[in-house]
Nanobody
């Protein structure tokens, strides 16, 4: 199996910054892509940022210029640096990844458990 564990959420004032981390472990051969999603109360889960195995990134329009995603291949970790946070960024943030498993060589999508980010006005 594969496990994803997020960390780094919390409470911050508007204009502040937070850095989320996601650590992957288990039956991993390689990653096709890694990403970050968020879900606010009463809303659908939405994609925030993604990074491919080649290092290309893309972002939701609402976070462009404020959020940056990066990865550390050696550690099987990726990050979401969130700057200039706004109250509307408040949500549960989830990391996910498309992982090719070592034992089966098949690719599956895995999700972390989520971490709460709350931005106060």
């Amino acid at each position: 199996q594969v496990q994803l564990v997020e960390s780094g959420g919390g409470l911050v004032q508007a204009g502040g910054s937070l850095r989320l981390s996601c650590a992957a472990s288990g039956d991993i051969f390689s990653f096709n892509s890694m990403g970050w999603y968020r879900q606010a109360p009463g809303k659908q889960r939405e994609s925030v940022a993604a990074i491919t195995s080649g290092g290309s990134t893309n972002y939701a329009d609402s976070v462009k210029g404020r959020f940056t995603t990066s990865r550390d291949n050696a550690k099987n970790m990726w990050y979401l640096q969130m700057n200039s946070l706004k109250p509307e960024d408040s949500a549960v943030y989830y990391c996910n990844a498309d992982v090719r498993r070592r034992t089966t060589f098949r690719t599956y999508t895995y999700w972390g458990q989520g971490t709460q980010v709350t931005v106060s006005a």
